[in-house]
């Protein structure tokens, strides 16, 4: 594991976390770019949020996750789960928006 990479958005246009890493450099390796590989596995924090955050992941993030065994087939079948810093989340399936400060850690 690398040590967290702050990504500050204010101010900027959405984007996931995987065009933050080409336009930064970041050394963060990934093959497809479409979510279908899992190369891009990553964990996620928000270090300024004190509530709890729940996100949805789409059917392809949940299936590519699953096939790599980084969620249960429980968490696979939920609708929404709960974002903290133990669950994985594909890269280029995270949308930062404008007013987040996510750590990441690969």
Same mark, same amino acid.
Request: hydrophobic letters at 40%.
């Given at each position: 594991?690398?040590?967290?990479?702050?990504?500050?958005? %204010?101010?900027?246009?959405?984007?996931?976390?995987? #065009?933050?890493? $080409?336009?930064?450099?970041?050394?963060?390796?990934? $093959?497809?770019?479409?979510?279908?590989?899992?190369?891009?596995?990553?964990?996620?924090?928000?270090?300024?949020?004190? #509530?709890?955050?729940?996100?949805?992941? %789409?059917?392809? #993030?949940?299936?590519?996750?699953?096939?790599?065994?980084?969620?249960?087939?429980?968490?696979?079948?939920?609708?929404?789960?709960?974002?903290?810093?133990?669950?994985?989340?594909?890269?280029?399936?995270?949308?930062?928006?404008? #007013?987040?400060?996510?750590?990441?850690?690969?």
């Amino acid at each position: 594991m690398t040590s967290p990479h702050l990504i500050d958005q %204010s101010g900027m246009p959405a984007r996931t976390i995987t #065009e933050w890493v $080409r336009e930064y450099t970041l050394p963060l390796y990934w $093959r497809c770019g479409h979510g279908t590989c899992g190369a891009c596995a990553v964990h996620i924090r928000y270090p300024e949020e004190q #509530e709890e955050r729940w996100v949805t992941l %789409s059917g392809k #993030e949940k299936n590519v996750l699953l096939r790599h065994k980084l969620i249960t087939p429980e968490a696979h079948a939920l609708t929404t789960i709960k974002q903290t810093p133990a669950i994985w989340r594909l890269a280029c399936h995270v949308l930062v928006a404008p #007013e987040d400060k996510i750590e990441v850690i690969w």
